[in-house]
């Protein structure tokens, strides 16, 4: 699986990382069903960090489930190839028509808690998401659309306005991670 080739290229740059690539590797010898929504304990999802060209601003997402501002980016259903996940994403989500990867390699690896909650009528239990994060670039001048169903905004932010917009207090540690890792680059 391409996708268990990737994981273990990845380099992680913390210890956060490090167990969270354990674990998702783990999760794949388990369970032959992390691809879909089936699993509903954990499955694996692709988000985009997406940048201008310049990378002084992130293009986020005001999400409707948790009425935070956010990355963009979604379920895997079934699909092995992450990237273009979440390039897919990208387009529906935020209307932009020519994202591109950055690099074709992971940039970044966590494990996410999903509180319970509805979608589409019915009871989602909590779970985990096995997160796969692309460095994505755009053109901050190409024009932006929400998707009603899952956001209600779609806009750049100055990196350093970033945390400043999350409420979800556990995703600031998460974005401050990606914001560090552009200086590296």
């Not at 002084?56 to 259903?77: F, I």
């Not at 950055?102 to 996410?112: C, P």
């Not at 053109?139 to 169903?149: F, G, I, L």
């Given at each position: 699986?391409?996708?268990?080739?990737?994981?273990?290229?990845?380099?992680?740059?913390?210890?956060?990382?490090?167990?969270?690539?354990?674990?998702?590797?783990r999760?794949?010898?388990?369970?032959?069903?992390?691809?879909?929504r089936?699993?509903?304990?954990?499955?694996?999802?692709?988000?985009?960090?997406?940048?201008?060209?310049?990378?002084t601003?992130?293009?986020?997402?005001?999400?409707?489930?948790?009425?935070?501002?956010?990355?963009?980016?979604?379920?895997?259903?079934?699909?092995?190839?992450?990237?273009?996940?979440?390039?897919?994403?990208?387009?529906?989500?935020?209307?932009?028509?020519?994202?591109?990867?950055?690099?074709?390699?992971?940039?970044?690896?966590?494990?996410?808690?999903?509180?319970?909650?509805?979608?589409?009528?019915?009871?989602?239990?909590?779970?985990?998401?096995?997160?796969?994060?692309?460095?994505?670039?755009?053109?901050?001048?190409?024009?932006?659309?929400?998707?009603?169903?899952?956001n209600?905004?779609?806009?750049?932010?100055?990196?350093?306005?970033?945390?400043?917009?999350?409420?979800?207090?556990?995703?600031?540690?998460?974005?401050?991670?990606?914001?560090?890792?552009?200086?590296?680059?």
């Amino acid at each position: 699986m391409v996708l268990r080739e990737q994981l273990l290229a990845y380099k992680p740059c913390n210890e956060q990382e490090e167990s969270d690539r354990r674990l998702m590797l783990r999760y794949m010898d388990t369970f032959d069903d992390v691809l879909t929504r089936n699993n509903e304990m954990a499955h694996f999802t692709a988000s985009a960090w997406v940048v201008n060209p310049a990378r002084t601003k992130a293009l986020m997402a005001y999400h409707n489930l948790y009425n935070s501002w956010a990355w963009l980016g979604g379920h895997a259903d079934g699909e092995a190839d992450l990237l273009s996940v979440c390039l897919r994403e990208v387009r529906e989500e935020s209307g932009l028509t020519r994202p591109r990867a950055v690099s074709d390699q992971i940039y970044s690896l966590e494990i996410l808690g999903v509180d319970g909650h509805r979608k589409c009528g019915r009871h989602v239990s909590t779970h985990v998401h096995l997160n796969v994060t692309y460095l994505i670039g755009a053109d901050e001048d190409e024009a932006v659309h929400c998707k009603p169903d899952e956001n209600s905004g779609v806009r750049w932010f100055a990196l350093d306005e970033v945390l400043d917009a999350v409420s979800e207090p556990e995703m600031r540690v998460v974005y401050q991670k990606l914001i560090d890792k552009l200086s590296e680059i």
